[in-house]
C-alpha cells in the first residue's frame, strides 16, 4: 500500500497510525500535483507548435510537387502505367513523411540550427529511398529506376531548400525578438559575462537574455559589450526568479562550489516554468562536435573523442578542394583580363601580388592575391605601425593609405583573394581552413596558437564569415582552432555558402 487512499484505509482498520498517515498525506498532496505551467512557457510551446506545424505543411507540399513531377516524367517519357505511379508516388510519399517525424527533423531543439537540421533531413531522404528501393527489388516493381533517380534528388533539394527559407525567415524574427528564448543565466561573473559575449555575437540562435544570477559577487547589475544585465535573485531562488522575469530557458554557467546536486534540484524546481535548463561548458567552444554523452549504471559520462588530422575525411577534403578550385578557376581566368586592366591602369605594377604564408605544418609557400595595393607598400609598412588598429599579431588600417582605389574595390569584395584558387589547386592551401599566417606572426605564436597550422590554410573559414578584421586576435584564434579540431565536409559547404553572402553583404573586409 502505497497510495494516499491505501493509508487513509490503513488509518481506518488502525487508529493507532493515525498521526502517522496523517503526516504522509499532509506531504503527499502536494508532490502528486501536477507542476502549473507558467503563462511563458505556454507562450514559447504555442510559437513551437506553430512553427512545427509549418514545417510539416511545407515538407507535405515539397513532397507532394516531387511525387506529381515524377508521375508526369513517368507518364509522358517513360510511358509508365497509371497504377504503377500512383503506387510509387503514394509509397515515396507516406515514407518520407514518416521518416522525416522518426528522425526528428522538426524538433524545437534544432529550430534554425543549421548544420544538424539539413543532416537529419538529408538522412530521412536516405533511409526513405532506400527503403523504397528495398521494396521495389523484392516486389520487382517496374518503373522503379525513374522514381528513384528523379525523386531523390529533386525531393532532397526541395526539402533542403525549404527548410534552409524557413530558417531564415525565423533567423529574422529572432534578431527581432520574436520567437526567441527569454533567458537567465546563472554562474560565476566570468563564465556568465563568456556566455553573454558568446550569444550576443549569434542573436539568431535564439536567446534573448533578460537577467542573470551572480554566484560569486554582489551587484545589481553585469555590464558585457556595452550592454547593462540586471543581476536578480542568489543562488537559493533561481527558480523563483525565471518564474518572475518570465524566462523559459535557464543556462548555467557554472554551479555553486561544493553543490553537486545544484543542477538536479533546479531542474525539479523548474518543472513547470521553463522549457530549458542549459548546461553550458568552455570544453565545447572547441571541442563541442566531438562531444557525446554516455550511460554507464547510472553514471553519466561526457565523452571527447580525440581529434586526428589524417585519414579519409581528409582525403574527401583535397578532393573536395579539386574540384571547387579547378571549377572555380574557370570563370576567375575570363575574369582576369578586365581586372587586370583595372589594377595596370589605377596603379603602376604587376598585377599579382606574391607574398610568403605559413601552410600545414609549417611549411612556407607563395600566396598569390590580385594586387591592392601600391607596389611600395612592404616599405611603408613601419611608419604606419602605430596607427595599427588591428589586435594582436594583426595589422589592420580600415583607411590605409598604401591601398589603391580599384584595390579598395577589390577587398571590399573579396576579389583580390580569388587567385589564391591557384593555391588550393596546387595543394599549398584549402577553400576553407584558418587564416594563412605570415611568417613573422607564427614566429610568435604561443604553443596553443601553433595548432593552427595542424591543418591547410584557407581562403575562407569561420573568421571570414564571423567578422574578418572587426574580429580580436583572440576571437580569430579561437574560431580558427575551432574549426581545425571539428571541420567536416558538411560545414565547410556551409562556410563557403556563407562565404558567398559576405561577398554580397561584406562586412569588416578593408
Known amino acids: 500500500m502505497t497510495s494516499v487512499e491505501d493509508a487513509l484505509q490503513i488509518t481506518r482498520s488502525a487508529p493507532a497510525f493515525a498521526p502517522f498517515v496523517a503526516r504522509v498525506t499532509k506531504t ?36 507532394a510537387s516531387v511525387a506529381v513531377l515524377m508521375a508526369v516524367v513517368q507518364a509522358t517519357a517513360f510511358g509508365t502505367a497509371t497504377a504503377v505511379i500512383v503506387r510509387g508516388a503514394l509509397l515515396l510519399s507516406i515514407t518520407l513523411l514518416i521518416m522525416l517525424s522518426v528522425l526528428n527533423t522538426r524538433c524545437a531543439t534544432i529550430f534554425g540550427s543549421g548544420a544538424t ?61 520574436s520567437y526567441a528564448s527569454r533567458t537567465l543565466v546563472v554562474g560565476d561573473g566570468d563564465d556568465v559575462e563568456y556566455v553573454i559575449s558568446s550569444l550576443r555575437t549569434s542573436g539568431e540562435n535564439g536567446y534573448n537574455v533578460v537577467g542573470t544570477t551572480l554566484l560569486d559577487r554582489n551587484a545589481r547589475e553585469i555590464t558585457v559589450d556595452g550592454t547593462r544585465y540586471a543581476v536578480l535573485g542568489n543562488v537559493e531562488n533561481v527558480a523563483v526568479v525565471a518564474e518572475e522575469i518570465g524566462a ?119 600566396m598569390v592575391k590580385f594586387r591592392s595595393m601600391k607596389t611600395d607598400a612592404e616599405q611603408q ?37 580569388l587567385p589564391q584558387f591557384w593555391n588550393v589547386l596546387v595543394g599549398d592551401m584549402s577553400v576553407v581552413g584558418p587564416r594563412p599566417p605570415l611568417p613573422s606572426e607564427v614566429t610568435a605564436y604561443d604553443g596553443t596558437v601553433f595548432r593552427r597550422l595542424y591543418i591547410k590554410p584557407g581562403i575562407t573559414g569561420l573568421w571570414q564569415v564571423s567578422g574578418r578584421s572587426d574580429l580580436s586576435w583572440d576571437e580569430s584564434v579561437r574560431l580558427d582552432l575551432r574549426y581545425v579540431e571539428n571541420w567536416s565536409v558538411i560545414n565547410d559547404l556551409q562556410i563557403m555558402w556563407r562565404t558567398a553572402r559576405a561577398m554580397v553583404q561584406p562586412k569588416g573586409a578593408y
Not at 517496374?142 to 530558417?167: E, F, K, N, Y
Open 381 to 417: 609598412l613601419a611608419a604606419l605601425k602605430e596607427q595599427n588598429q588591428g589586435s594582436g599579431l594583426l595589422f589592420k588600417m580600415k583607411d590605409d593609405p598604401r591601398v589603391t582605389r580599384v584595390g579598395r574595390v577589390l577587398r571590399k569584395l573579396s576579389l583580390d583573394e
Open 28 to 63: 503527499a498532496a502536494p508532490q502528486a500535483a501536477a507542476p502549473r505551467v507558467s503563462a511563458t512557457l505556454e507562450r514559447r510551446q504555442q510559437w513551437e507548435r506553430r512553427y512545427r506545424t509549418r514545417l510539416w505543411a511545407t515538407d507535405a507540399a515539397v513532397i
Open 117 to 177: 537540421e539539413y543532416r537529419r533531413v538529408a538522412h530521412a531522404c536516405g533511409l526513405a529511398f532506400g527503403s523504397v528501393a528495398i521494396v521495389g527489388i523484392l516486389a520487382e516493381w517496374d518503373g522503379l529506376r525513374p522514381l528513384l533517380v528523379i525523386a531523390l534528388p529533386t525531393g532532397m533539394l526541395g526539402l533542403l531548400v525549404a527548410r534552409w527559407s524557413w530558417r531564415r525567415w525565423l533567423q529574422r524574427r529572432r534578431l527581432e525578438g
Open 248 to 366: 523559459d530557458t535557464i543556462i548555467v554557467a557554472s554551479r555553486p562550489e561544493g553543490e553537486a546536486d545544484f543542477v538536479k534540484r533546479l531542474s525539479w524546481q523548474l518543472e513547470g516554468t521553463a522549457a530549458e535548463l542549459v548546461l553550458s561548458s568552455r570544453l565545447a567552444d572547441v571541442a563541442g562536435p566531438r562531444i557525446s554523452l554516455r550511460q554507464v549504471d547510472g553514471l553519466p559520462l561526457i565523452q571527447v573523442k580525440i581529434p586526428t588530422y589524417e585519414g579519409g575525411m581528409h582525403v574527401l577534403k583535397r578532393a573536395l578542394d579539386v574540384v571547387v578550385s579547378g571549377l572555380a578557376l574557370i570563370p576567375i581566368a575570363l575574369l582576369t583580363p578586365v581586372l587586370a586592366v583595372l589594377i595596370m591602369i589605377d596603379s603602376p605594377g604587376p598585377v599579382f601580388f606574391f607574398q610568403e604564408r605559413i601552410g600545414r605544418d609549417g611549411r612556407s609557400f607563395r
